[in-house]
């Protein structure tokens, strides 16, 4: 009954404790139970707060003798990606030098997913500094895939997504700029939601208080059932501190009886980062779904820019993102390398500069190619609804924590640059859209794989209700066998 329970939906759970079929301190307890069971060989829930847990537990049990409704959570037990603020854990996103970073308040996400009655049973794993498609770092050690322990979980919301799996948490919230979300979703069997960029603030993920939200980069929720990323992005998403002035999100809603009157392109797989024909076939079989319901499909529908130059514009404009959080080591050695090929009498510090002016001005000239890029997709999407899509080349691979440098991807025998496959990550986030990661059922090797649902921009409600329509075609979610 334990493990039942906690594989239902968040928002299934909510309405349990507010009909008392469950008390939220039973609910809590039961994940806690299967927490400290399964989760030595997964190493997913790497931060612990279930004294907390039990506490608010007890609060919204409370709420519900006093006729309370604490909001569309109530009592729910949920995780957190470590990356997040959380009041009394740290903030290290992995990275041994901010181990002891921990916070006194709670950050946006974690004080508003409380607001809507939710409590948190503790932080999840990443990799060090959210940068890569498995999750270790050496503070935590390497979480590992329930579907296989042998297998990543993904990255770097790689934790948030095993715990789901695992039935460790009932909702979780991770972030994204190269597929870390979708990925987790994709290696792991779940859903995952990759908002507009922009809806959801990111004040609280961060390392330190005050930095502005980066370009690129979005938080969002990852869960075991479509409605609860609609449920948790209502939570997450619209505007807070100086833009709650002058500004209200107002997304439009979807209500889909049925599939038969969406128009859907189907993107299988691509030069510019093949994936397996195993994953190629099931974007295909799904595509084929689409048209079973009655569904408007094409196969070689594409947006009117070419592919390369496309990924390119993501490249650069990613690599400006992730080295801005560079050490001040990182840029000494970088004064002392311009220096070193820099001739005449000119200081350090003029050099310097002139190098900075520079780097923002390619900055501007590829925001610029993403302008037309976004403008090729709002007339893409004026056709049609949705774009179905890989997440990733193939499904989880083997653990390999050796140097970069070393690393490679290996699809179908064929060896390719280790982080191409963020090909179709990059797709999406480039020109700021949504999109939704479903799970579609297991490969040959009995691992998940997920596909990509995308649309144009502020279309999150129907990539979201698209999955959840789909993938009740489909079987949606199942629980790994532990």
Known sequence: MSKELCYQSATDLAMMIKRKDISS?????????RIEEHDQKINAVVVRTFENALESAEK?????????????????PMTIKESYVMAGTPSTWGIEANKDNYSDNDGLAVSRFKEAGAHFLGKT?????????????????????????????????????????????????????????????????????????????????????????????????????????????????????????????????????????????????DDMSPVSKETEQRVLDVGKCFEKAGSTVAYDARPDFDIKKSHITYQNLLTAVMSSAQPESFVEETRRKVSSLEAGDQSIEAIVTRAGIMMHRDWIRHNFRREKLRSAWDKFF????????????????????????????????????????????????????????????LGQEGLPIGVQIASGPYQDYKTIEVSRLISQEIGGFEAPDL
């Open 25 to 33: 301190r039973e609910l809590t307890q039961a994940f806690i139970d």
């Open 60 to 76: 919204a049990d409370e709420a519900v003798a006093n006729g309370e409704d604490l909001g569309p959570l109530h009592g729910v």
């Open 125 to 269: 794993n990443v990799p060090k500094d959210l940068a890569d498609v498995q999750s270790y770092n050496v503070i935590y050690g390497t979480t590992n895939n329930p579907w296989n322990l042998e297998r990543v979980p993904g990255g770097s919301s790689g934790g948030s997504g095993a715990a789901l799996a695992a039935g460790f948490s009932a909702l979780e919230a991770g972030s994204d700029i190269g597929g870390s979300i979708r990925t987790p979703a994709h290696f792991c069997g779940v859903f995952g939601h990759k908002p507009t960029w922009g809806i959801i603030p990111m004040q609280g993920h961060e390392v330190m208080p005050g930095v502005p939200d980066a370009d690129l980069s979005v938080c969002g929720p990852l869960a075991r059932d479509a409605s609860d990323l609609a449920t948790a992005l209502d939570v997450m998403a619209g505007a807070a501190g100086r833009d709650s002035i002058g500004w209200q999100l107002n997304l439009p809603r979807y209500d889909f009886e049925d599939l038969k009157d969406l128009k859907v392109a189907v993107w299988a797989t």
């Open 382 to 441: 004026k056709e049609w609804d949705v774009l179905i899509c890989p997440q990733f080349n193939g499904p989880a691979f083997e653990h390999d924590q050796r140097p970069f440098s070393e690393r490679s991807s290996v699809v179908d025998g064929e060896i390719f640059p280790y982080m191409q496959s963020v090909f179709w990550a990059g797709l999406i986030v480039a020109s700021y859209l949504p999109s939704t990661v479903f799970p579609s059922g």
